[in-house]
């Protein structure tokens, strides 16, 4: 996977950018939100927003954690399921951190045939290595370990973020359609697609070719 188009190290930063602009809503929307809905508090939570913004935040731990480009979008990947299977964790402006930092650790370590300690991730995010410890720990339950991003998914998210970012189009301002946000409807419709139904498909398909 880390051969596909997201490889190409002149989109990291419109990347980058684009991933800080779409969480940064998300949080300031759930924030508003939470006034509204109660919002369970987590080990993500810090007690005051932290002074660092998301794109900065999001900008250090790509200068020092050097995994390969296809982490980060991995690293959407696990967030979008993080809060599909918990829905009453929304992303906001006092979480988005740690699960950043969280996010991005676990799929260096799935993907990456090297990658840094979880003492040298803390140190990059700011927090303790025991703190880091107990966040992987949460996040990895929080996704019921479902750690396997197939083919399929991967360029479904990559092609619709390069999508965005070659268009040059700020994220949707629909935040509704997305699991990353805890909208007011019981209903919520998820930006992914159901990988069970895609990959059926992908099978139908494949029958019809033969």
């Given at each position: 996977m880390a051969e596909l188009e997201i490889q190409n190290q002149n989109l990291m930063p419109k990347l980058?950018?684009?991933?800080?602009?779409?969480?940064?809503?998300?949080?300031?929307?759930?924030d508003i939100n939470g006034r509204f809905q109660p919002q369970k508090i987590s080990v993500f939570h810090g007690l005051t927003?932290?002074?660092?913004?998301?794109?900065?935040?999001?900008?250090?731990?790509?200068?020092?954690?050097?995994?390969?480009?296809?982490?980060?979008?991995?690293?959407y990947v696990y967030l979008d399921r993080f809060t599909q299977c918990q829905p009453s964790l929304p992303?906001?402006?006092?979480?988005?951190?740690?699960?950043?930092?969280?996010?991005?650790?676990?799929?260096?370590?799935f993907m990456d045939?090297?990658?840094?300690?979880?003492?040298?991730?803390a140190k990059v995010g700011g927090i303790s290595t025991t703190e880091m410890n107990f966040l992987e720990v949460d996040f990895l339950f929080g996704l019921g370990f479902h750690l396997n991003v197939t083919p399929t998914t991967f360029q479904t998210y990559c092609a619709y973020l390069q999508k965005e970012m070659l268009l040059l189009q700020p994220p949707p301002m629909n935040l509704e359609d997305s699991s990353l946000f805890?909208?007011?409807?019981?209903?919520?419709?998820?930006?992914?697609?159901?990988?069970?139904e895609s990959s059926s498909q992908q099978q139908q398909q494949q029958q019809l070719v033969v």
């Open positions: 980058i950018d684009y991933l800080s602009s779409l969480l940064q809503r998300v949080a300031e929307a759930n927003r932290p002074n660092i913004s998301i794109q900065s935040y999001l900008e250090r731990i790509f200068k020092y954690a050097n995994c390969s480009p296809c982490c980060f979008v991995v690293a992303i906001n402006s006092f979480n988005i951190h740690r699960l950043l930092i969280t996010s991005v650790m676990i799929a260096a370590k045939d090297m990658y840094y300690n979880n003492a040298y991730y805890m909208g007011r409807s019981p209903n919520l419709q998820y930006i992914c697609f159901n990988e069970d």
